[in-house]
């Protein structure tokens, strides 16, 4: 091997997902192992953090494994391990940030602590080519829904968030009303396909106040809206609640790119994998003159591709982590780069 090793190993293990990537310089993709615990949790209709914490001590060290093998790396040949610090559940945080110092002791290569947000903010690289900045992404997921100015490498601009819950909570809580199950999102989307998107007209939450988001009073509506019309078509309150969040999503996303005068918009996150938002997001920027980037599903849904293109990044304007570096549940956008 000649100059100076430029692949990286990802380790996520933030929430349900047990994941394990090799990329190469934060853009090429060798490898990417993603072992999910949504059977575990779907009897008890969402994820138990007990449980998670427990799965991901089972399957880390086979998904490493698969990972490595699947990219024909070996540890040595490493630039570092990049590993998700936070946020997440605090016991499975604490499976993939205890392996992973211990894997780069092993193999003597750096270890870097990740934000997973910041990873999700990366996940557009891996599909589209290094990045041009400035450039506003839309972050949504489970447990969070932003906006983010993201200024050059590693430097972000928090220009709004959720008062309340994250668009995805909200797909998962109107996914359990409607009995669709668990993980919700998809199971939204999948009914939603079959269904009127204008049977019932659901509140777009403030649709005209800026850039500020909240989605758990459009929750409400759906759960009353099927408490009081107990024979609703489930598919058409699907698609109806699904609109209502794609419209205040892809509303919020340009009046953002406006205001910060940008000409690309990326999506990120779990939500971003919902079909429906894709395509109003492609429309909304092809009337606007935006570039919209769209990770594949894959790297939208949690993963390890991202978090180590992220640590690729982190190594580069930071350094190496300490190996005391510690697991933090509520771990802000902040900490990593400015915001
Ligand atoms: O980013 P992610 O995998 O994990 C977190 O960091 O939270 O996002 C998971 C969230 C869940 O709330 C899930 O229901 C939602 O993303 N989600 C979707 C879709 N796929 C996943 N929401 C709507 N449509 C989808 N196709
Ligand atoms: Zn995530």
Known sequence: MTGAPTAVLGVETSCDETAAAVVEEGLRVRSSVVSSQVELHARFGGV???????????????????????????????????????????????????????????????????????????????????????????????????????????RYRLLAETADDAAGEAFDKVARALGLGYPGGPAVERAAAGGNPEAVRFPRPLLDHGLAMSFSGLKTAVVRYLGTHPDAEPADVAAAFQAAVVEVLVTKARRAAEQTGVDTLCLAGGVAANGPLRAAAQEMGRAAGLRVLLPSRAMCTDNAAMIAAAGWWRLRIDGPSGLSTPARANLPLAAAGRV
Do not use: C, Q
């Open 48 to 154: 138990v953090p007990e449980v998670a914490g427990r799965a991901h001590v089972e399957a880390l060290v086979p998904v490493v494994a698969a990972a490595l093998e699947a990219a024909g790396a070996t540890g040595s040949d490493l630039a570092a391990v990049a590993v998700t610090v936070g946020p997440g559940l605090i016991g499975s945080l604490l499976v993939g940030v205890s392996a992973a110092k211990a894997l780069a002791l092993g193999w003597g290569v750096p270890l870097v602590g990740v934000n997973h947000l910041e990873g999700h903010l990366y996940a557009a690289s891996l599909d589209e080519g290094e990045l041009r900045f400035p450039l506003v992404t839309l972050l949504v997921s489970g447990g969070h829904t932003m906006l983010v100015l993201v200024e050059a490498e590693g």
